[in-house]
């Protein structure tokens, strides 16, 4: 995590740092990553860095953890639907998911690299980037199945895998289905990309999940 240098430093040079940050963690795998090419951009020396994070890893961690909570803050931002109807949960969960993403493209690409590249992270960090909200799904099923409006024979862990998995890649999917990058997310703004293919295919993956799970009458 950054060190009190970096939370000391004015506002606007901290927002800098972040930005070039934000910008470097997202365009290239962590291999790649360069301190040098952050210390240039942000014009100061290499070893000034390393005031504010201890090493490479130790700043990645900290991008992480911020898209976490950016992340949470932005769903707090609106209020779910009430849950009487999961699959209006879902949907609520999956469009929200989508307007995050288009919001912060960069945490939300750092946040693919660290699922799908080899990255350094430790266990415990990577087990919470990767089973997201398995349990959270996991619970929302065995309510459906108790309540009578999912299909009784529905394994709950495997609808929960499937749940999961499509909340965790959905995203990533729909950005290179349609060609919608992060650099032109942040030049043309979000507006731009709130296309009706995006919404029907949202809806394509809510109806294969509802046909799959609801209890048929």
Not at 11 to 16: G, I, T
Not at 117 to 129: A, F, K, N, R
Not at 160 to 182: C, Q, V, W, Y
Request: net charge negative; charged share 25%; glycine share 6%.
């Amino acid at each position: 995590m950054p060190t009190e240098t970096f939370f000391n430093l004015p506002e606007e040079k901290r927002a800098r740092l972040l930005d070039i940050l934000l910008d470097e963690f997202s365009q290239n795998d962590y291999k790649n990553v360069s301190i040098g090419r952050v210390a240039d951009r942000a014009g100061i020396a290499k070893g000034s860095f390393y005031q504010y994070f201890a090493d490479k890893k130790d700043c990645y961690l900290y991008l992480i953890q911020l898209g976490i909570d950016e992340k949470t803050a932005f769903l707090k931002q609106s209020p779910p639907v009430a849950p009487a109807d999961m699959f209006a949960h879902i949907r609520w969960l999956l469009n929200i998911g989508m307007h995050y993403q288009f919001h912060n493209p960069r945490l939300a690409q750092i946040g693919y690299k660290a699922i799908f590249d080899d990255v350094p992270l430790p266990d415990e960090t990577m087990q919470v980037i990767r089973r997201g909200g398995y349990a959270y799904f996991k619970q929302m099923v065995e309510a459906g199945i108790a309540d009578g409006s999912l299909d009784p024979s529905v394994d709950a862990d495997i609808a929960a895998f499937l749940l999961n998995a499509a909340f965790t890649d959905l995203g990533k999917h729909l950005m290179e289905r349609f060609a919608i990058s992060p650099d032109n997310l942040l030049a043309a703004g979000v507006e731009s990309f709130q296309k009706d293919e995006v919404r029907r295919a949202i809806e394509q993956v809510i109806g294969i999940l509802e046909n799959g799970l609801r209890k048929k009458t």
